[in-house]
């Protein structure tokens, strides 16, 4: 684990073909971290110009990729991740046109990213607090609308059991006319 933005290059095994699934631990504990970018492509003598095969960034990451152990949230301070666990991971299900490029010469993963400060991460708890009691109280409202409306289909279903029901239905009145 380090500190301010950095990038980590990992160079793959010559061997690997169809390559279809990349795997990519940040972290060995909990914590907060911002992932930048991901970037996988054919090395070559100067890291940072070989072919790009697949590249995420930021927030991205989350739509592209599955995060296990890992909660992602967009806030003041940029696309953070968080790491719930000891066992953080991020699986990367590569497409088809990189899975066949894979066994055509050494590839390279490059990640940019950084971990956060103290006082980064007490201001993105507190946020992850305030969004949490904002999600809890928008499901509390949610619940007692869904009761509510229970509640009104079982009086609905009563109305048209009984004898003024089968007048309305006859007329074909309903409630929703006006």
Known sequence: ???ERQTLFFTLPNSLEKLK???FDPADRSGFFHLHRLTLRQASINAEEGCVLWE???GDIEEVAILENIHYFSSI???VFFSVGDTPQIIIELPKSVTEQSGQGRLQFEVVMDWL???DYLAALDEMRIMRRLMVE???RADKMYRRIDV???KMDAIQRTYIGKILRWIKFSPFQF
């Open 1 to 3: 684990m380090g500190g």
């Open 117 to 119: 400060q103290s006082s």
């Open 138 to 140: 928008k499901q509390r």
């Open 77 to 79: 301070m940029g696309d």
């Open 56 to 58: 995420a960034a930021g």
């Open 21 to 23: 699934i990349l795997r």
């Open 152 to 154: 009104l289909e079982h």
